[in-house]
């Protein structure tokens, strides 16, 4: 992979993801990913892998069709894209839901050519309070 040049490039890249974790409306954003882009995602107990945006949005609706908010989100260029961490919170079945992610993005031109994703995997609220009642931590 070559260095990103464009600033812009990575911006709008970072923008369009937030956008459609938010959204989940089964369309990413035009000319978020190459049309052969790579897909590479990791959950705590299983790995896939897609190679162009059907198959990135196959693996989506298939784990995790709802739409979500992205209360903190932290990005830090590299020379060849970002790295994007996300903390995700969403509704389904009748619970509040949460993760974290890291993902890891080439970009090439304008858009994604091949993307990592590490999820801790889908908290539900009960996990969630688990965790409140057992850990302080120092950060959110």
């Known amino acids: 992979m070559t260095a990103v040049t464009s ?16 959204t989940s409306g089964g369309e990413f954003p035009d000319g978020l990913f190459h049309d052969d ?12 892998q897609a ?12 784990g995790h069709p709802w739409p979500g908010r992205v209360p903190r989100s932290r990005v830090d ?10 903390e995700e919170t969403w509704e389904a079945d009748g619970d509040t839901w ?3 992610e890291l993902m890891r993005a080439d970009v090439a ?8 994703v590490y999820c801790t ?15 302080a931590l120092i950060r959110p």
Request: proline share 1%.
């Open 7 to 22: 600033t812009d490039a990575v911006t709008r890249c970072v923008e369009g993801l937030l956008r459609f974790l938010e």
């Open 37 to 48: 882009v790579f897909f590479d995602f990791t959950s705590p107990t299983w790995r896939l």
């Open 51 to 62: 190679r162009g945006v059907d198959g990135i949005m196959h693996i989506r609706q298939e």
């Open 77 to 86: 260029r590299t020379t060849t894209g970002f790295v994007l961490e996300v």
């Open 98 to 100: 949460y993760c974290r």
């Open 109 to 116: 031109g304008d858009a994604i050519a091949e993307i990592s």
């Open 121 to 135: 995997g889908d908290w539900d609220s009960a996990r969630v309070a688990e965790h409140a009642a057992a850990v």
